[in-house]
């Protein structure tokens, strides 16, 4: 089975610009996390989207957003960039169910300047 | 708050060695997941070993072992063997009721030949 892909590997953009990024899970999977890596802040959870709905979701500020569609693919949006989004991206996926293993992609590299 | 501890920023291990890394958590739950990720310079999050807080007995994948201690909230992960691609970040993560991750701040392991 093809791995967890994301899209763009790199991206630059400017304070105050919004930007899209895209997850494709692993085949059968319905459930996609998203996590921010920071140096500052580590590893932190945004939000779980299974079957299109939003089921958890972490404490960052209504700039980022997200959303899944039918085929499980997901999106994530930041509004608005600040120059602390800059940051490694990771989107994981699973089954859906409680404790299941959840499987990386390569991440998204954001630079804000 | 859930915290995970990982009070080893870094280790070192000389190859064919064997090294363990800790890990503790606070949670009040008692059903929940244990995992280890290992993440190597190409910032691809891996999956090392799964427990399940339910089963007693450690998990063990190839030269990969914990030692799971619930009573005391311990997870530590052995490695044995030690071989150069071993060299990475590795990070220990519950997941308690929701499919969230918590990932503790890491152990940055060297291995030496």
């Known amino acids: 089975k093809a791995g967890v892909t994301q899209t763009p590997r790199y991206l630059i953009k400017t304070r105050g610009q919004q930007v899209t990024l895209s997850c494709s899970p692993i085949s059968g999977h319905r459930s996609v996390s998203w996590y921010q890596q920071t140096p500052g802040q580590g590893l932190q959870f945004l939000f779980e989207y299974f079957s299109e709905t939003q089921r958890n979701k972490g404490n960052f500020p209504g700039r980022f957003s997200g959303r899944q569609f039918s085929n499980s693919r997901s999106e994530m949006n930041v509004s608005t960039l600040e120059l602390g989004d800059s940051a490694l991206y990771l989107c994981?996926?699973?089954?859906?169910?409680?404790?299941?293993?959840?499987?990386f992609g390569p991440g998204t590299r954001l630079l804000v300047l | 708050a859930q915290t995970v501890t990982q009070s080893q920023p870094e280790m070192s291990v000389q190859e064919a060695e064997t090294v363990t890394l800790s890990c503790t958590y606070d949670t009040s739950e008692s059903d929940y997941y244990l995992f280890w990720y290992k993440q190597p310079p190409s910032r691809q999050m891996i999956l090392v070993i799964r427990?399940?807080?339910?089963?007693?007995q450690n998990a063990t994948e190839n030269r990969f072992s914990v030692n799971f201690q619930k009573a005391a909230k311990s997870f530590s992960l052995k490695i044995s063997d030690s071989q150069l691609g071993d060299a990475a970040m590795y990070f220990c993560a519950p997941i308690y009721n929701t499919d969230k991750l918590i990932f503790g701040t890491g152990t940055r392991l060297q291995v030496f030949p």
């Open positions: 427990q399940e807080a339910y089963k007693q």
């Open positions: 994981a996926s699973s089954g859906g169910g409680l404790g299941e293993t959840q499987y």
